[in-house]
Each structure stands twice: as structure tokens, then as C-alpha cells.
């Protein structure tokens, strides 16, 4: 059964910096892999998502890289603000099925 | 405004007193899919729907059921409710299956409090 691991579980970083979170799973024989982000109190939002034949997503300020064969992805920040404050969370499509399955999530604070 | 809907949002219950958590999307999504997400656990998937009236079970279907009768609502329904099943719920659609390039919409989350 595929897993999917995030750390570090928490972040705080000062507002400003360049910052990179890590997600891996176990199972590389995956569809994509998508980014959302969760805000306390509500629903998710997608970020970027990559097919699995692709290398990276960039949207804004976000990058997003994958590498299927070593089962890592990195969602890298540039410039972080405090609006970018929320619990990043990443999930990959289940190979030969249509679950999804998601890591734990990086809790990040940017300190003003 | 395209969005995925949930009702309630907050629902607090005894032990085996049927429930129903609706779930409607206005994007004509093909597919749909129920989560749960508990701390420590994340987001674990309960059921999924390729289109109305196909559904499959997720990760964690055990205790609850699901219906697509129409392709924007995708109900879940907890028939005996117990302690265990306290979560928050999310609902989710997306156009088609998650092997695309679409990306996956999410409701606002149902909080349940099963006493």
C-alpha cells in the first residue's frame, strides 16, 4: 500500500525566505501528484499538480518538483509571506486505482 | 462560482441515530469522493464515484455508504453512527478520474462529533 511522509510535521520560517518542503512515498508506479494547501477551519486547495511524466509545476511563487524513480517531491516557496502561513499537504494517485493518498501535512508559520 | 458544497457543517450526534452528509458540485465533475481526515492519520479515502451510479470503496469504507443517483450530489450516509467515526469529513470532485491532469476540488469539511 502506497505511503506518503511530509517533514518536517511543522516549519516557521521568517518572513522573506526561500523555503522547500519535502514529501516521499513508497510506490513509485504513480499517476501525479498534486500540492494543496489547508487552512485552519476549511477545505483544501490544489497548488500545482504534476503527471508523473512531468518534472516540475510552477505557479507564482511555487515550484514544484518530482522525482517518480527516488519517490520525493519538494513544493518550493520563494519569498514567503505571511499569507503563506497554512498546512501544506501532498497526495499521489494510487497506481491501478482511483484512490488518492495523502501525507500528514507541513504545518508552516512565516513570522512577520 | 464553481465549488463543492457540504451540509451541515457541523453536526453533533448520539450512537446509532442515521445521518446524512450532502455533497453537491456545480462543475459537472464525472467523479466525486469522500474523505476523512484525523489527526495524526491525514486524509484517508472512504468512497469514490467514477459517474452516477458507479461507486467503489476507498481505504476506509467500513461503517458508511454512498450513493450517485444524480452526477452533482454524492450523499454520504453514516446508517449506525459510532464514537469512532468523529472526524472531519471532506468531500471532494474532480472532472474525471485522479490518473488525469485535473486537479481535485474540496468541500469546506463537515465536523462530526459521534457521542
Known amino acids: 500500500k502506497q505511503e506518503v511522509t511530509q517533514i518536517p510535521a511543522a516549519l516557521s520560517v521568517p518572513e522573506g525566505e526561500n523555503l522547500v518542503l519535502n514529501c516521499s512515498f513508497t510506490d513509485s508506479a504513480i499517476y501525479n501528484l498534486q500540492w494543496f494547501r489547508q487552512d485552519p477551519g476549511k477545505g483544501l486547495t490544489s497548488l500545482l499538480l504534476i503527471q508523473s511524466s512531468q518534472r516540475e509545476q510552477t505557479s507564482g511563487r511555487l515550484n514544484a518538483s518530482l522525482d517518480k524513480s527516488s519517490g520525493r517531491s519538494t513544493l518550493y516557496i520563494a519569498a514567503s509571506q505571511p499569507g503563506d502561513s497554512a498546512t501544506y499537504l501532498c497526495?499521489?494517485?494510487?497506481?491501478?486505482?482511483?484512490?488518492?493518498?495523502f501525507g500528514t501535512g507541513t504545518r508552516l508559520t512565516v513570522i512577520p | 462560482e464553481a465549488q463543492v458544497t457540504q451540509n451541515p457543517r457541523y453536526l453533533i450526534t448520539v450512537t446509532g441515530k442515521k445521518l446524512t452528509v450532502t455533497c453537491s458540485q456545480n462543475m459537472n465533475h464525472e467523479y466525486m469522493s469522500w474523505y476523512r481526515q484525523d489527526p495524526g492519520l491525514g486524509l484517508r479515502q472512504i468512497y469514490y464515484?467514477?459517474?452516477?451510479?458507479?461507486?467503489d470503496k476507498g481505504d476506509v469504507p467500513e461503517g458508511y455508504k454512498v450513493s450517485r443517483k444524480e452526477k452533482r450530489n454524492f450523499p454520504l450516509i453514516l446508517e449506525s453512527p459510532s464514537p469512532n467515526q468523529t472526524s472531519l469529513y471532506f468531500c471532494?470532485?474532480?472532472?474525471?478520474?485522479?490518473?488525469?491532469?485535473?486537479?481535485?476540488?474540496f468541500g469546506p469539511g463537515t465536523r462530526l462529533t459521534v457521542t
Open positions: 471532494a470532485s474532480s472532472l474525471s478520474g485522479i490518473a488525469g491532469p485535473y486537479e481535485q476540488y
Open positions: 464515484s467514477m459517474n452516477v451510479e458507479v461507486t
Open positions: 497526495a499521489v494517485s494510487g497506481s491501478g486505482a482511483n484512490n488518492l493518498f
